[in-house]
């Protein structure tokens, strides 16, 4: 949990925060660059080293804040650097892949399309060229241990020589990039005096801030024995302060960062709630358990909406389903407040509804446009669509939420929700003046399945069926024995150019025989319609589950 609230700081105590902002700046701009120059050498040896040169200069505590940040950057910055070299290599192969077939034909056997014309296919030699130059320079680097880190943003970096695009003056520019690289920051400690020992904030908002050396003998006549300089500002958090006096009273760890923005001073708490207290044999099978009591709200992660609809105890949809727009278009921070929107809306929608638990998709998105059926020009669009849904920012997002609101949450497989969705509850949930789509209908099997049923709405035995072979009882995709086959179970093969369809037989008068075309309509129907009985089979209907 984070919360942020604004110092009103007195003319000393922004002169204080300043130099100390100032100094930690630029010892963790020297020990960042210490960091990147050992690369992969660096040992255990060499972290401890470059903490004890820290120490001398601030505190343990504020040398072990800056040890750690520059290790968390570094490897921040390899992930990165790897990230940015898979890519260039999946464009090389993906460009090497169409310039191997001719102009406007396409290979039978891979189904890759060629460049629709001549000029497309040279500027892509042309740009060929340039990601093999970066890939070659960027796996040099990888391998040597270099990465580049840019303390303060790259794009504000560049904005400097574009000041007149930007619409900056120099001294706005340089406002803004002393504000983006100076920041304190406390790590907590779980067992201290109000859960901080650098900065340490007590249940009534009086600040003490643990300074170094070189500040310390400064501003001594306003310092305590220990170091600590007291703030004239009190800080009150508008939002969750209840949680926040909870954390410091049980001195459990809360790390703070005070920073600059636009002229004014911010101070962010951030710590993590205690679990709540279960009752004894209560484990996770309970809270599953307790969590569907109350039945669940299903929900269907879209592009452009979310799709909920509720389902009471038994797996049945109650009402009508819900729908929630959102647009993720445009800035990370109009994103970002649409995710923290969907979210609001979930679970405001559960509490009117009555729902006890949210379940939602793992919606676990590869690089790989052929495994997910998007192939050729369609791979622009399939992009388009993944990069526009924020899946794990907002399964994020609504765990931390739900949590402080009482709710649970449920993640499922998303294997095949909207096909049985539309198979098995489009039709049954439509009426003459609601149409049920298809994503309310996938809203469905979400929740159902969270609930640990299965996506069809009656229960019954596998059989072997005329025309076809017996299906085999399949497991689901995490690997334990599901309630329903995860992958839908091919019964009817299409017609197709090396199988044409079978004609009906005819009478001597040019009329179809009755009886065969009922017994082959009984036979479709066992096809095409699961919960519907075939010859010679009983169907016992489940009491909890609804027949409708």
Partial sequence: MTIKTRLRLSARDEAVLRELGALLSRLAARDLAERVALGTGHTREDFARRKRELTVLTSSRWAGTITRGSNEQWELARRAQADHLDSLYGAIARIGARLAVPVGACDVTTRVAGYPTQRIRAAKQERLQHLRARATAVAADRAAGRVRV??????????????????????????????????????????????????????DGVVLIKLPPELAARYGAHCDRFGRYRLDAR????????????????????????????????????????RPELSEGVGDAGLLMGARAGGVLGVDHNVDHLAAWRLDRHGNPVGRPDRLDVDYTGRATHRDAQVRHACSGLIHLARQRGATALVVEDLGFTTDRESCGWKGRSGRRFRSLVAGMPTARFVARLVAMAHRAGLAVIVVD???????????????????????????????????????????RRAEKSVPRKRTEAV???????????????????????????????????????????????????????HDRSGRATEGRTWVQDPLISSA
């Fill in 150 to 203: 840019v303390r303060g943003g790259k794009d504000l970096l560049r904005s400097r020589m574009h000041l007149s695009e930007a619409g900056l003056a120099v001294q706005e520019w340089r406002r803004r990039w002393s504000e983006s690289r100076t920041r304190i920051e406390a790590d907590g400690e779980s067992g201290k005096t109000f859960g901080n020992e650098s900065i340490r904030i007590d249940p």
């Fill in 235 to 274: 800080v009150r958090f508008g939002y969750r302060e209840a949680e926040w006096r909870a954390q410091v009273d049980a001195r459990r760890s809360v790390g703070y960062t005070v920073r600059f923005e636009n002229g004014r001073c911010y101070l962010t708490a951030s710590f993590t709630p205690g």
């Fill in 414 to 456: 998303p294997a095949y929700t909207s096909r049985w969705g539309a198979q098995h509850w489009r039709r049954p949930t439509s009426t003459t003046r609601h149409r049920t789509s298809r994503h309310d209908a996938s809203a469905v099997v979400i929740g159902r399945r969270g609930q640990g049923l299965g996506a069809r």
């Fill in 472 to 526: 085999p009882q399949r497991t689901n995709a995490r690997g334990g024995a599901g309630t329903e086959d995860h992958r839908p179970p091919a019964f009817h093969i299409p017609p197709g150019p090396h199988r044409a369809p079978r004609a009906r037989p005819r009478s001597e008068d040019g009329a179809r025989d009755a009886p065969r075309r009922r017994l082959e309509a009984r036979v479709q129907s066992a």
